[in-house]
């Protein structure tokens, strides 16, 4: 059993009377210099924080427009943005930038975004939309209940994760080349990420229950292994929410296989993930998602034993 110890609810320092001042379905984290970026599955914003948790965030709105408050119709037009994963320099890009996933779970959550940073870690220019739907388009036909909820560059690839649900019981890795990538998001036009060449591995984490443990998020260790989050929501499909009956973090070996995996207590829906090694450490900072868009989500500290994965002779 891992323990969680709550650092700050994700609060923001000013808003609109008529919107929320917080961030409440946290869905992905990335730690880059002394800033802390939150994506939110029920949002158009990206949420920017302090990398120490000390101080109340702000917004960057990533799409035009605003989502309506009704929460049937919100979540019908909501771009679902599930994944938020750095990346290394590229063309146009000379310190990297960060770029969100969306789930691809229906037509119009097939748009991410890019987002440039400077050497600092801080966001420069406007965000730019991010075209998935031909990459996703195979993946559609290969996952029925395509879920894409984490993401993270791994050993020249970047790594989505595929999510299972109790009606689509299948985790998997989506292993994509990170040079084809990067040359994609390179273009100087729209952008759009072509269908590329993937490797799949499905992965067994194992339920409670009926319900299997799904991946939420994912984040490289420097021997190549990943730390993961995961829950068990109770619910059928890709696109309403349940009940949260478990979470746990793990990693996964270069070979796809489950070294350890660890409940946590208390019971939160842990759905981004960030990792580094700290001594014989490996600190994690994890974000949730209340399920209650008047409810702030809240970022979260743990620690696993660091090993390095062990070689064959």
Same mark, same amino acid.
């Given at each position: 059993m891992i323990d969680l110890h709550e650092l700050r609810r994700l609060t923001f320092s000013s808003s609109h009377a008529d919107v929320p001042d917080? !961030?409440? @379905? =946290?869905s992905g984290i990335v730690v880059a210099g002394e800033f802390l970026y939150v994506i939110a599955d029920d949002d158009l914003h990206l949420g920017v924080f302090d990398a120490a948790g000390q101080r109340d965030g702000f917004k960057v709105h990533l799409f035009p427009g605003d989502l309506p408050d009704d929460p049937a119709a919100r979540k019908a037009q909501k771009p679902d943005l599930e =994944?938020? +994963?750095r990346l290394p320099p590229f063309a146009g890009y000379p310190s990297g930038a960060l770029l969100a996933f969306a789930s691809g779970s229906r037509s119009n959550r097939q748009t991410g975004a890019l987002l $440039? !940073?400077?050497d600092s870690g801080a966001l420069r220019g406007s965000p730019r939309a991010v075209d998935l739907s031909a990459l996703y388009a195979p993946?559609? $036909?290969r996952f029925p209940g395509l879920n894409i909820e984490g993401a993270a560059v791994c050993d020249q690839r970047i790594v989505l994760l595929q999510r299972a649900s109790r009606g689509h019981p299948e985790n998997a890795l989506i292993r994509l080349p990170l040079a084809d990538v990067l040359? =994609? !998001?390179?273009a100087a036009d729209e952008l759009q990420l072509p269908e590329l060449p993937v490797e799949l591995s499905t992965i067994e984490l194992g339920q409670i229950g009926d319900v299997p443990l799904g991946?939420?998020? @994912? =984040?490289a260790l420097p021997d190549g292994r990943l730390v993961f989050s995961a829950v068990c929501e109770s619910v059928d499909g890709t696109y309403h929410d349940g009940p949260c009956v478990g979470a746990a973090v793990g990693i996964l070996g270069t070979d796809g296989q489950?070294? $350890? !995996? &660890?409940? +946590?207590r208390p019971v939160r829906k842990i759905e981004g993930i960030d990792a580094r090694l700290d001594g014989g450490f490996v600190r994690l900072l994890l974000v949730s998602d @209340? &399920? &209650?868009r008047s409810r702030p989500g809240g970022l979260f500290s743990a620690a696993l034993p660091w090993a390095s994965e062990k070689k064959p002779p």
């Open positions: 917080h !961030l409440s @379905a =946290a =994944a938020l +994963v $440039r !940073l400077d993946l559609q $036909r040359q =994609a !998001l390179g991946f939420t998020d @994912a =984040a489950v070294q $350890r !995996l &660890d409940f +946590v @209340a &399920d &209650d």
